[in-house]
């Protein structure tokens, strides 16, 4: 992303097929110079061109750079955008960026429990996790979705691995202890969230390994304790201390939102850590945002050089968002250098 602008819907080429669609521009024929091909729509021709000078800076710049996508959302849901995301991430892996994606599914885990009969209990956005909806948690994660992902890449000409934080001992995990005041006596308690976890450690040995052998890690936010037990791990917060033990250039949060807005409702392109705390504490970001935010801090604090926040409901966002100039999300860096067009 260059100089940001408000997100843009992207615009849909139409390519010619066949002879019988070719023809040649007028205006080209009258210098004898320039030299076309019978029947060839060159309008459209030189506009898929531009499209290609225009990310030729950004190709280079981040090749052989290692780049964390957290997927989720309606990006994971709807059919059309799930060949989108696969598309994007080979083409990225195909011009030498390495993409490592790590997957959500919170919705797919409530439609297994849903058919099973269990009920699905929520304190402060944190699905209560017992032994049992820990096994349904480890089928949809671990195999439904990840094999899926996993498949669509590999069906696009990628080469992708499935991976759970278990393999490789990759996430090691610590079990989440929330209290909250008791409604009856207002003293504190501990609420038992069962397997619910946060990150104690990464040890990226086995996505160095998959990464130089030319495969695209996928991995879901599953750790296991030093007690043995498995814990589900909020998937942005296993994307960000990924991305910050493997210095990543750059970590991607796909959202259901277009990034981060402004009290108008318009569209925050570039910010910096200075500015994010100013609009924590006048309330301009607030909800849900908040977590997705505070991920993208702590990766930047330690040392990701830079945070995408953008909308994965718009076809392609991956690419739109590195390899164009206007980009369609928002933009967080360490601290703001001069234009937006020095960060990236």
């Known amino acids: 992303m260059n100089s940001p602008k408000p997100s843009v819907e992207p615009v849909a080429l139409d390519i010619p097929a066949g002879n019988e669609a070719f023809h040649s521009h007028p205006s080209l024929l009258k210098n004898p110079n320039v030299h076309t091909q019978p029947n060839f729509e060159n309008e459209s021709a030189a506009q898929i061109a531009h499209v290609l000078i225009e990310a ?11 780049l964390v996508v957290k997927y989720g959302g309606n990006a994971m849901t709807d059919d059309h955008l799930k060949h989108s995301f696969a598309r994007d991430i080979v083409l990225l892996k195909l011009v030498g960026i390495n993409p490592v994606i790590v997957h959500g599914g919170g919705p797919q ?8 009969g269990k009920t699905s209990q929520f304190i402060q956005g944190m699905r209560v996790t017992d032994s049992e909806t820990m096994d349904v948690v480890e089928m949809v994660l671990g195999g439904l979705v990840n094999k899926e992902i996993v498949n669509l890449i590999n069906q696009h000409g990628g080469a992708a691995v499935g991976l759970t934080g278990k393999d490789g001992d990759l ?4 079990k989440i202890n929330m209290t909250q005041r008791s409604p009856d006596t207002d003293e504190p308690e501990i609420i038992d969230l069962g397997h619910v976890g946060k990150v104690r450690s990464i040890d990226p040995a086995i996505v160095h390994t998959l990464v130089a ?3 695209i890690p996928v991995i879901a936010p599953i750790g296991v304790g030093e ?3 498995s814990y589900n791990i909020n ?8 991305a910050e033990v ?3 250039e750059k970590l991607l949060l796909l959202t259901n939102t ?11 392109t570039g910010l910096s850590l200075a500015e994010v705390d100013e609009l924590i504490a006048d309330g301009t970001i607030s909800g849900g945002m908040i977590p997705k935010v505070g991920c993208a801090t702590d990766a930047l604090r330690g040392g990701v050089k830079s945070v995408h926040i953008i909308d994965g409901r718009i076809e392609h966002a991956v690419l739109l968002e590195l390899l164009t100039d206007r980009g369609i999300g928002t933009l967080l860096m360490p601290s703001k250098i001069g234009s937006v067009s020095a960060w990236v």
């Open 56 to 66: 030729l800076p950004y190709i280079r710049r981040f090749k052989g750079k290692t």
């Open 109 to 116: 885990i409530g439609q297994l429990l849903e058919r099973l």
């Open 171 to 174: 996430v090691r995990a610590e």
């Open 213 to 215: 052998s030319d495969f």
């Open 227 to 229: 007690d043995g037990f």
């Open 235 to 242: 998937a942005d917060l296993v994307a960000g201390k990924i």
């Open 246 to 248: 493997l210095q990543a």
């Open 258 to 268: 277009q990034g981060i807005l402004g009290k108008d409702g318009s569209l925050l």
